[in-house]
């Protein structure tokens, strides 16, 4: 009978340990051809980041339409400083100029939205 207390006390406390951890988060080490990016926000479930490297004086072009459910949108730059943080709601098309060169993250945070986030990278002319 010890045994199959110990038993139960051992799943669950497992159950209680995996049920501490954070959402799953998804990792992509670059965007699509390092260029551009478009995601699909109806398969994002959680939260998935993707990296893009940058020179600085580059800018990124970011558009995103949420028609469904909430999405926080967050580019952070090398130095992991957070350069836009939002919504959606009071702005989806923006322009941001990169000042540091080197990989720039886009954490994307939804649950059950729908819609869509599209970054273009567009390179300081020469």
């Keep these: 009978m010890k045994k199959v207390y110990k038993l139960l006390f ?16 998804i ?4 965007a699509i051809n390092n260029r551009s990016l478009k ?5 994002v479930w959680g939260r998935e980041l993707y990296c893009i ?6 800018q990124l072009r970011v558009y995103y339409e949420v028609t469904d459910g909430l999405v ?3 580019i952070k730059d090398p130095n992991s400083n957070v350069i836009y943080k939002g919504n959606g709601q009071e702005v989806s098309k923006f322009k941001l100029r ?10 994307i945070k939804s649950y059950g939205a729908n819609g869509f986030v599209y ?3 567009e ?4």
């Design 10 to 25: 051992m799943i669950l406390l497992v159950l209680s340990l995996v049920s501490c951890l954070p959402p799953h988060i």
């Design 27 to 30: 990792i992509y080490d670059q």
């Design 39 to 43: 995601i699909n926000i109806g398969t």
């Design 53 to 58: 490297n940058a020179n600085a004086g580059d």
């Design 72 to 74: 926080i949108l967050e």
């Design 98 to 107: 990169l000042t540091d060169s080197g990989k720039y993250s886009i954490l």
């Design 119 to 121: 970054i273009d990278k």
């Design 123 to 126: 390179e300081k002319e020469k």
